[in-house]
């Protein structure tokens, strides 16, 4: 064979941007994964001839899919990075900005790209991400054996619909370029077919332009590919590729979409992150933070789990929050965590602190240790999982008799009376910290300041805040002397 | 092969086990110079097959393969005093090749 081609020269072979060998199964390390006929292979081939041809195989990181191209990596020679369903807009975004000079490819078939990841590539093209997407569009899920995508045909038989599609039932085919073409900032974005020679012809022409785009630094281009996908559409591969020529061009017409690379000018990218040492300034985060570290063994054990629950409005998220931003001051580990339901919306508001010498393991505190019930019926909502042994600190006279209980101590003031007494109702939540503070013992008083100082801007409520706390700290030591 | 197909323009190497036997490009050869094997390949696929004349070298066959190696097309060069790679497995000497199907 050599020597009757000596006289011949390689004029097309396997792109260099491909593997020698695929280092997947055992002795199918030369060919593909895909049935045969499938027009991803196409694809392949005319992605790594464009990558080639532009010399960028060393600066190229493809984002591989979910679905039957889920294998890219094995078969792109290219920096990789396997992004979950639907995703792959969103990983490409993250690579792209972090490494400006790389040419990010997202590729996708139509159940990853139009089903669930739909608003990752909205998102992606709003945003004008400076990436290029090959969108591979059969109009079938064809991994997972045939269930109708959104972009299944009007009347076309999937095993989701045995009947054909309806428009009524299901909906009509997505036009995904169509829909993305509506918005300002994609560049390119142009359908083509591997339909006959002349649509494969172009559509090598439209994925390198895609390419290039990036290369040039124009923004966001899109290239959808409709492609034959002979097993699962159970055709012959070349029934197949007539089948996208003749019926599925028909609801989705080939064409430039969108084009204005013209006019568009070298896609300025995101101002870059601020390094780490500035996120405390950004963060209005004193400099000098006095971090207090807990002295080696003089730490007492520390667990607290609070459940802090009242009326939204009664400062219930500020009294946690407040608790919280103390630990951290401390040197403890914290978590503080809002519960954001219905409930927010009037009626009861709760949150979720934990203060620990140990790593949380989970913020949810389901049995606190530590109840603050700023009303009856957050107390009735929480009573039952106090921790035997915890605290309740209730605001008003006495705990209702059903909800009394003798495992547990309890600390039942008005305090919003006391609140009240010292200027305004409002501070009711800082007089129940500072009674709770005293309780456990645990957190240093100059901790509790500085986190107030943060939290607290207006002076007048800073100063205010103080009173209510040590206000707290004598009403639980004048309750022991009553005891 | 003998002599006068060195003469075509261009030349078909199939890597037998590379071919899944689709058929696109048969279907998609201008000069319909490419055939199914008789017999089956390693992996039970009847493979393409270069009839062996009127190759053009256009590479169409090349474009629509779903395979990235299962195909490699040859040009006949044209005897002027110009050096070409010739090296065949090395790489791709069509740096200066016109290209027929882009």
């Not at chain 1, 076309?156 to 918005?183: D, I, W």
């Amino acid at each position: 064979m050599r020597e009757d081609v000596a006289d011949f020269t390689i004029a097309h072979e396997k792109a260099q941007s491909f593997y020698a060998s695929y280092e997947r199964k055992g002795e199918l390390q030369h060919q593909t994964h895909y049935c045969p006929g499938c027009g991803h292979g196409v694809i392949h081939k005319m992605l790594a001839r464009a990558i080639d041809e532009m010399g960028i195989q060393d600066r190229t990181i493809l984002i591989s899919p979910v679905g039957c191209s889920v294998f890219a990596y094995y078969y792109f020679d290219v920096g990789n990075i396997q992004a979950a369903h639907g995703r792959a807009p969103a990983v490409a975004t993250a690579a792209k900005r972090s490494r400006p000079h790389s040419v990010v490819i997202s590729y996708q078939g139509d159940g990853d790209l139009s089903a669930i990841g739909s608003g990752e590539i909205l998102h992606a093209a709003n945003r004008g991400e400076n990436i290029t997407v090959i969108f591979v569009n059969n109009a079938i899920y064809s991994m997972t054996g045939g269930q109708a995508a959104p972009t299944t045909l009007i009347g076309q038989k999937s095993t989701t619909t045995p009947c054909g599609r309806s428009a009524a039932n299901e909906g009509y085919p997505l036009r995904v370029s169509e829909m993305l073409a509506t918005l300002e900032a994609p560049v390119y974005i142009e359908r083509v077919g591997l339909g006959d020679n002349k649509q494969i012809a172009q559509a090598a022409r439209a994925i390198k332009r895609g390419v290039e785009n990036q290369v040039k630094g124009l923004g966001f281009s899109l290239i959808e590919v409709l492609s034959p996908c002979p097993t699962i559409w159970k055709m012959s591969a070349v029934d197949a590729q007539r089948w996208v020529r003749d019926v599925m061009e028909k609801t989705y017409p080939l064409g430039v979409l969108c084009d204005r690379t013209k006019e568009a000018r070298v896609h300025a990218m995101p101002a870059a992150a601020p390094p780490l040492e500035e996120l405390p300034r950004l963060l209005d985060i004193p400099e000098d933070d006095p971090a207090v570290d807990v002295p080696e063994g003089a730490a007492k054990a520390v667990d607290l789990q609070v459940r802090v629950a009242g009326f939204g409005g009664q400062g219930v998220l500020l009294l946690g929050e407040v608790l919280a931003e103390a630990g951290l001051d401390a040197g403890l580990e914290v978590s503080w965590l809002p519960s954001y339901g219905p409930e927010m919306r009037s009626g009861t508001s709760n949150c979720h602190v934990r203060i620990s010498n140990e790593t949380i393991d989970s913020p949810m505190v389901s049995s606190p240790n530590m109840l603050i019930a700023m009303n009856e019926p957050s107390l009735r909502k929480f009573v039952a999982t106090v921790r035997p042994g915890g605290w309740i600190l209730y605001n008003g006279d006495a705990i209702p008799a059903d909800c009394v209980r003798s495992d547990v101590h309890e600390l039942s003031i008005p305090f919003t009376h006391v609140a009240d007494e010292i200027g305004d109702a409002r501070i009711t939540n800082m007089v129940m910290l500072g009674a709770l503070l005293e309780i456990t013992g645990a957190l240093p008083q100059a901790s509790v300041d500085s986190a107030l100082k943060r939290l607290v801007k207006s002076a007048r409520w800073y100063e205010l805040d103080e009173r209510a706390l040590e206000r707290g700290r004598e009403i639980y030591c004048g309750s022991l002397a009553v005891i | 092969m003998n002599a006068q197909e060195k003469l075509d323009r261009g030349l078909l190497r199939v890597d037998e086990a590379e071919c899944k036997g689709c058929g696109l490009c048969i279907e998609a050869c201008p000069p319909k110079v490419i055939g199914l094997s008789e017999g089956l390949n390693h992996y039970g696929y009847r493979t393409a097959v270069y009839a062996g004349r009127g190759c053009t070298g256009c590479g169409i066959c090349f474009l629509a393969c779903p395979e990235p190696g299962a195909l490699t097309v040859y040009r006949a060069v044209l005897k002027r005093p110009v050096a070409v790679d010739r090296t065949l497995g090395g790489q791709s000497a069509g740096g200066g090749m016109a290209c027929a199907s882009n």
